[in-house]
C-alpha cells in the first residue's frame, strides 16, 4: 500500500511541487561479493553517477565492506566509502564515510521476496571536522514473472540525526525504483529500470529522474 500511494503522488508531482528542480540522471552500481567463510563475505561497491541527462559527471562512490551471516535470513555488514565529487567547474570535493548496517529477508516464497535494510552512515566532508550521521531505511520486493525475470520495487528513505554545517538534521530523500532484473551468467545479475529521487534538503526541492542500472556478481 505505501508504494501505491507513493506512485499516485508521482502522478500529481507537476501540480504539488510546482517549484521542484528536475533533473534526467544515469546511475550505475556495480557490486562484488566474495564468500571469505562459511558466515563471512566481502563485498565492494562502486558507484558512478551522471547528471544534466548523463552528459556531465556527478559522483562516484566506492565503498567496500565485511558482512556476517547472523543467521539464514539476517546479515550483519559494516565498512567505509569514499566519495568523489564533480561541480559544474568539474572541482572535485572530498568525503569519506564510516557505515553499518543489517539486512533480513522477511518473506520468501516461490513467487515472491521481501527484504529490509536499515543503514548509518557517518560521514566527513573535506574541510569539516564535524560528523554528519544519517539513517537510510529500504524496502525490496521482488516478484517472480517468469523462470528468467524478476519485478522489483525498491524504496529507500534517507533521514540526517543531527545538524552540522553542511547537513541540517531531519528527512533528507526517497528514492523509488521500478525495474526489472533478470540472472545474465551463473553468478551475475542485472537489474535495469526508474528511478525517482525526492530530495527535500536541497533548495529548491529537487526531484531527478533516473535511469539505474544495477549490475551484482558473486564469487
Do not use: C
Amino acid at each position: 500500500m505505501k508504494f501505491i500511494i507513493y506512485i499516485l503522488l508521482l502522478a500529481i508531482t507537476n501540480h504539488v511541487y510546482a517549484e521542484v528542480e528536475r533533473d534526467d540522471r544515469i546511475w550505475l552500481t556495480y557490486q562484488a561479493d566474495h564468500q571469505l567463510s562459511s558466515n563471512l563475505k566481502a563485498m565492494i561497491q562502486i558507484q558512478p553517477y551522471w547528471r544534466y541527462e548523463g552528459v556531465h559527471r556527478d559522483q562516484i562512490t566506492i565503498r567496500p565492506g565485511l558482512y556476517y551471516q547472523f543467521s539464514n535470513t539476517v546479515y550483519i555488514g559494516g565498512g567505509y566509502a569514499y566519495n568523489l565529487g564533480f561541480n559544474n567547474s568539474n572541482q572535485h570535493t572530498h568525503e569519506q564515510r564510516l557505515w553499518e548496517d543489517i539486512s533480513a529477508t522477511l518473506l520468501d516464497s516461490n513467487s515472491y521476496k521481501v527484504q529490509e535494510r536499515t543503514r548509518f552512515e557517518h560521514r566527513q566532508f573535506e574541510h569539516q571536522g564535524e560528523i554528519s550521521t544519517g539513517l537510510r531505511q529500504l524496502i525490496k520486493l521482488s516478484f517472480q514473472l517468469s523462470t528468467d525475470y524478476t519485478a522489483i520495487i525498491t524504496d529507500e528513505a534517507y533521514f540526517n540525526l543531527n545538524n552540522t554545517a553542511q547537513v541540517k538534521s531531519g528527512f533528507d530523500q526517497n528514492r523509488l525504483f521500478l525495474g526489472v532484473g533478470r540472472k545474465i551468467l551463473t553468478t551475475t545479475n542485472l537489474e535495469v529500470g526508474y528511478l525517482n529521487q525526492y530530495v527535500a534538503i536541497s533548495t529548491p526541492d529537487r526531484m531527478n529522474h533516473v535511469i539505474a542500472i544495477n549490475i551484482n556478481q558473486s564469487f
